[in-house]
């Protein structure tokens, strides 16, 4: 039997990534002061990394949130991420905590292993599970892992007998990058693990793509908005554009709103073809 993963019930299916924050001490009250907008505006999943600005993200995050009140903490959904040169069971650890420090946060959402590194799945699965025993993280889970990445993810999550496994794959998902539809989406629906859409407006090319531009026009939104209501049309994804512009802030969060119709979503198969063939989904 699978670990079952753990069972996220996000604030809302579309948040604010924060990748490019944190790096520079000039914007960094213009960033701060963007994170509040986005929590004025009513996001409440946020998600950031120890990699970001060297901590420098999270410190921004933490900095925007100081006026939301402790209270209301579990209104929130912070996700952050440990970089492989700190997954160790020990290495884990240390990262979250100091992650936990920087955003003044208490505990995190869902932790992920950023990238799958050198180290051994059980190193980091232990210090996930120290993690959850200390009530450190809610949920963990990966990111840009593959089909391949995950059977042996599942394999050391089994041998470690942990209650919970891994909840979610934070994957780049996009009209202009559509690979995961390959073969890992099914894997993962079929295996109970919700997917987060990164890059979800291609680092932002796809607001001023001009095919989707047009199509966006005629029903009355933008580029942008299209962009994300497509990469949330299934329940089981969410989505994390970053913005550190106020207006595009909200811009943004009015996607979550958006329902694409099946003509629409005909026409941006057409102009973002989805992968060719989909292989049978591997029985692991
Ligand atoms: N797990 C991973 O390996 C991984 C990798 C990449 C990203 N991520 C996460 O996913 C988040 C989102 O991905 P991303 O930052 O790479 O790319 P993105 O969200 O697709 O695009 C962000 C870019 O688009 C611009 N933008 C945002 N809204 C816009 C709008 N309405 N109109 C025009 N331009 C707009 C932003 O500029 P302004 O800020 O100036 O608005 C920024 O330059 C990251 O911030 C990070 O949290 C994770």
Known sequence: MNAPAGVLHFPARLGLGTWMMGESRAARSREVAAVAHALQVGYRLFDTAELYGDGGAERVL??????????????LFIVSKVKPAHASRSGVLAACEASIERLGCAYLDLYLLHWRGPQG??????????????????????????????????EAERSLGLGAGAACNQLYYCLQARGIEYQLLGWQRAHGMQTMAYSPLGRGELAHHPGLARLAKARGVSAAQMALAWSIRDADVVTIPKSADPQRIEENWGARELVLGMHELAQLDQLFPPPRSKRPLAMV
């Open 62 to 75: 933490g900095e925007a949130l100081l006026d939301f009140g402790r209270e209301r903490r579990p209104e």
């Open 121 to 154: 799945f059980n190193q980091t699965l232990q210090g996930f599970g120290d993690l959850l025993q200390r009530g450190l993280i809610r949920h963990f889970g990966v990111s840009n892992f593959d089909v391949e990445d995950l059977v042996r993810w599942r």
